[in-house]
């Protein structure tokens, strides 16, 4: 009798990158308190620089810039200026 071999995959084992923790947009309402400058988050940042690049019309090149004036606002409003 023929003995039955299986073939083992030589890929390596893939490595999976963990989940980014899905965070809210930084926006203070009457019944929540401000954010404070140590508690923004780099999705903070990222939300909010998205939404000045839709709101620039998502036209592309000005990613920095955007980023800047994100983090710029964000902490103003952390800092209550």
């Known amino acids: 009798m023929a003995k039955s071999t299986k073939t083992q995959s030589t890929t390596a084992a893939r490595t999976t990158?963990?989940?980014r923790q899905e965070t809210a947009p930084v926006k203070a309402t009457a019944?929540?308190?401000s954010p404070t400058i140590s508690?923004?988050?780099h999705g903070d940042i990222a939300m909010r620089a998205y939404e000045?690049?839709?709101?620039?019309?998502?036209?592309?090149?000005?990613?920095?810039?955007?980023?800047?004036?994100?983090?710029?606002?964000?902490?103003?409003?952390?800092?209550?200026?």
């Open 31 to 33: 019944n929540d308190a």
């Open 52 to 81: 000045l690049y839709l709101a620039d019309g998502a036209a592309p090149g000005r990613d920095l810039e955007h980023w800047l004036r994100a983090e710029h606002e964000l902490r103003d409003t952390a800092s209550g200026n």
């Open 39 to 41: 508690s923004l988050t």
């Open 17 to 19: 990158r963990p989940k």
